[in-house]
């Protein structure tokens, strides 16, 4: 069965980068959008960024131009670089894995993604 393990998480202060791993074991990724979503305390879990098999990627606006995503199918890994962090960026980081290969009608939704990490925690001061 399917394991994901997020990494890389941290307190940092504001202008700080991180960058977040996803491993996954048990099972593969390559085929399959991988997303990676956070939830900030009192908040609802969030969409953050998300990759496709081919590397087409898309970012929600709050992280456009500041965060990557990537992957390394080699090593069934997903990558989440943070650049100029805020305390805003403070959250459980998740990865997830895509319902389907090869498949994808919405990269934002969480009941689009089946398989999810127990997350990382960012925590960035200001």
């Known amino acids: 069965q399917l394991q994901l393990v997020e990494s890389g998480g941290g307190l940092l202060q504001t202008g700080d980068s991180l960058r977040l791993s996803c491993a996954a074991s048990g099972g593969t990724v390559t085929r399959y959008v991988m997303g990676w979503f956070r939830q900030a305390p009192g908040k609802e879990r969030e969409f953050v960024t998300a990759i496709t098999w081919g590397g087409g990627r898309t970012y929600s606006d709050s992280v456009k131009g500041r965060f990557t995503i990537s992957r390394d199918n080699a090593k069934n890994t997903v990558y989440l670089q943070m650049n100029s962090l805020k305390p805003d960026d403070t959250a459980v980081y998740y990865c997830?894995?895509?319902?389907?290969?090869?498949?994808?009608?919405?990269?934002?939704?969480?009941?689009?993604?089946?398989?999810w990490g127990q997350g990382t925690q960012v925590t960035v001061s200001s």
């Open positions: 997830a894995r895509y319902s389907r290969p090869l498949y994808i009608t919405s990269y934002s939704s969480e009941n689009d993604y089946d398989t």
